[in-house]
């Protein structure tokens, strides 16, 4: 069995490579434009964008999308997460977190999959904090200021560590479970 993993970001592809070796199931990278709703939930975002990508055609397919959501900023940058990276980026969102002590945040990943014309639609979080300065040379996006315990960023851990705890390695594994069902 092969599955279209529907991103920009080859990188992914290869996470999901390495989780569903398992499964005996192979990763395709495929490159496939599709509006984004705008809305701040994650799930809507994601079962609209199946419903575009199956209009098309395409079936047997994995699409995700993630979002930092930051207590104090009320969920900022949530489901804008990427365009705030590419506007603002980490300096911008330290700097909008200048003099707050409630660091509290998360990271969602909601993952979308059709499979054998089946969807199934799940959410994996990490509980973190928002450093005050960028650590770490790993990673991409918001890794570097955003660490899960307190400690360590996800920037400064290696892949294995990070997926071990992050939102997208949580929801690849309960995608793993429906999919074993």
């Not at 300065?133 to 899960?148: E, L, M």
């Not at 793993?176 to 069902?181: M, N, Q, R, S, V």
């Amino acid at each position: 069995m092969k599955l279209k993993v529907i991103t920009s970001n080859p990188g992914k592809v290869a996470e999901y490579q390495k989780a569903f070796d398992e499964l005996g199931i192979e990763m395709e990278h495929y490159r496939l434009p599709y509006d984004e709703v705008q809305t701040s939930d994650l799930e809507e975002v994601v079962n609209k964008g199946m419903d575009e990508i199956v209009s098309k055609g395409v079936r047997d397919f994995i699409v995700d999308d993630t979002g930092l959501f930051i207590d104090a900023l009320k969920g900022f940058p949530g489901v804008w997460s990427a365009y705030a990276q590419k506007t603002i980026g980490n300096q911008g969102i330290l700097k909008l977190m200048e003099g707050v002590e409630d660091r509290g945040a998360e990271f969602r990943c909601c993952i979308g999959c059709d499979i054998d014309g089946r969807r199934i639609v799940v959410t994996g979080v990490c509980r973190g904090v928002i450093t005050d300065a960028p650590k770490g040379t790993d990673g991409f996006g918001y890794d570097p200021i955003f660490s899960p315990d307190g400690k360590l960023t996800f920037a400064e851990m290696s892949v294995d560590d990070k997926n071990r705890i992050s939102h997208r390695g949580n929801a690849v594994r309960l995608l793993i479970d429906a999919l074993k069902e």
